[in-house]
């Protein structure tokens, strides 16, 4: 049966000219079976974060609107030499800019929403029998200015393509073979997960698994697209992100994620009366941080300590602000940690089995790791912990949930 498949390739898997022509003989490989290809690419390598780095030697502050036009050349030089790739094998492929295709965004600069897409033109070109090449991470507002979709927003984009073309499937190429119980890196154990939901995938991506866009994952979630993560350098295949999974309440822990990217700052000796939180947090809102974790103590003195985090990116803003609202409130003291790490687990069974949470502090407490801050959700326990102990955490929860086995 002939297919329409979506297939998407991230920076990795394009970084330099072998790597792109080991692409096309893949999308060739799948052309030759007969079914139609929709191929949606990064930019190559590093690219993003060099011109990033290019407009900063211009400008501190540059205009978001220029930014978006400048971002948007990397995928244009990606999709470009992907089809000269494709022809030199001897097929047809045309590369098309998210404006061409018809990527409709709002007009929210940098990260961009996609309001709509139109497919005429994809399956104008699909019927000529050309492969089509799509610039990932990128639309156009009504007005016609060139919006991104946020950073790794090409996921997103493949993700949005395969509901509105109705894909029969949707593969996201990278350069790991999918998405592992931890991160290899960190514990060699770590196995690589056949199904994960997608629940666990954005808890998982949200919390610092970096393998998928969080944003796309919640697309793919809410219109029920299938995807396979998988890698561009094998055949194996990969990781399914679905809504379901076979015997999903047998496990209580999926995956296991780490994350160094956040700083703690905590005000000391807050009066405990109403109104005090909020000024705070609502100091942080303006400024356009985003809260993480909060925790504020019981007070037996009518005084009490709040702790939060932010990402390390904001944090010197951040800590401005929170000075500001001290400062307002009475010359309250504001301290930060930059060194600490959050290990979580995450897995659907939690919501069915108990003792997860005893089972996560137990293990944390035999290695002495002392807990700075705990939060949950349905599906994922976290902790803060200090940085030094971030790899041993992953290493022994990985143990104690067995994740090596299955
Ligand atoms: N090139 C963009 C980025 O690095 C988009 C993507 O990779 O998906 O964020
Ligand atoms: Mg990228």
């Not at 030199?88 to 990527?103: F, K, R």
């Not at 998988?230 to 999903?248: A, H, L, P, Q």
């Amino acid at each position: 049966m002939k297919k329409l498949i979506v297939q998407k390739y991230g920076g990795s898997s394009v970084a330099n000219p072998e790597k792109i022509k080991n692409v096309a003989k893949r999308v060739v490989r799948y052309k030759k079976k007969g079914n139609d290809l929709v191929v949606v690419v990064s930019a190559l390598g590093d690219t993003t974060d060099e011109l990033i780095e290019l407009a900063s030697q211009i400008s501190a502050e540059p205009p978001e609107r220029e930014m978006d036009m400048l971002l948007s050349t990397g995928e244009q030089i990606s999709v470009a030499l992907l089809a000269m790739a494709i022809h030199e094998l001897g097929y047809e492929a045309i590369s098309l800019t998210g404006s061409q295709v018809g990527i409709i965004t709002d007009t929210v600069h940098t990260r961009a929403r996609i309001v709509k897409i139109e497919a005429n033109k994809i399956h104008q070109e699909l019927k000529k029998g050309k492969v089509v090449i799509v610039a990932g991470f990128q639309g156009m507002t009504p007005d016609k200015d060139i919006t991104t979709l946020g950073r790794g927003g090409s996921d997103l984009t493949a993700v949005a393509l395969a509901k509105t073309l109705e894909a029969n499937e949707c593969e996201i190429y990278t350069d790991v073979e999918g998405i592992f119980t931890t991160d290899p890196r960190i514990e060699p154990k770590a196995r690589k997960i056949d199904e994960i939901t997608y629940d666990e995938m954005l808890e998982m991506a949200s919390l610092g698994a970096q393998v998928m866009q969080a944003r796309s994952i919640e697309v793919a979630k809410k219109f029920d697209v299938p995807i396979q993560v998988r890698s561009s350098f094998s055949e194996n295949c990969g990781t399914m992100i679905i809504k379901e999974v076979k015997n999903m309440e047998d496990v209580a822990v999926t995956g296991i994620t780490l994350n160094k990217s956040e700083s703690k700052i905590t005000i000391c000796n807050v009066p405990d009366k109403p109104g005090i939180a909020a000024k705070i947090f609502n100091q942080l809102a303006q400024g356009g941080i985003n809260v993480d974790m909060i925790v504020q103590n019981v007070s037996h003195t009518r005084q009490t300590d709040i702790s939060f985090t932010v990402p390390k990116v904001d944090s010197q803003k951040a800590i401005k602000l929170t000075q500001r609202a001290a400062q307002e409130i009475g010359e309250l003291e504001v301290l930060e940690d930059l060194d600490i790490a959050r290990v979580s687990i995450v897995g659907v069974g939690m919501k069915t089995h108990s003792g997860v949470a005893a089972g996560m502090f137990e293990t944390l407490a035999k290695e002495k790791i002392n807990i700075e801050m705990i939060s949950t959700s349905e599906i994922s326990i976290s902790c803060i912990i200090k940085k030094k102990f971030a790899e041993t955490a992953v290493k022994s929860l990985h143990e104690k949930f067995d994740l090596a086995k299955r």
